[in-house]
């Protein structure tokens, strides 16, 4: 994407993955956070849910 003048905007140059990553982590900590609460061990899931989010942002990020 491209503003008025032509110029390449900010989002088009940082399109390197990190977004994709980001978005795993979020996901994986609602996850882990979910699954923590139903189990009531939160000190558990919540780092395995952030660890599942990285992994997953890393996977979106190959394609």
Do not use: F, H, K, Y
């Not at 993955?17 to 609460?37: P, R």
């Not at 139903?38 to 942002?57: H, K």
């Amino acid at each position: 994407m491209a503003d008025r003048d032509g110029e390449p905007t900010v989002a088009d140059e940082s399109d390197d993955g990190e977004n994709d990553i980001a978005a795993g982590i979020a996901i994986g900590t609602g996850i882990g956070v979910s699954i923590g609460v139903a189990t009531e061990n939160i000190a558990l899931w919540l780092p395995l849910g952030i660890a599942m989010g990285v992994a997953l942002g890393a996977g979106l990020g190959q394609r």
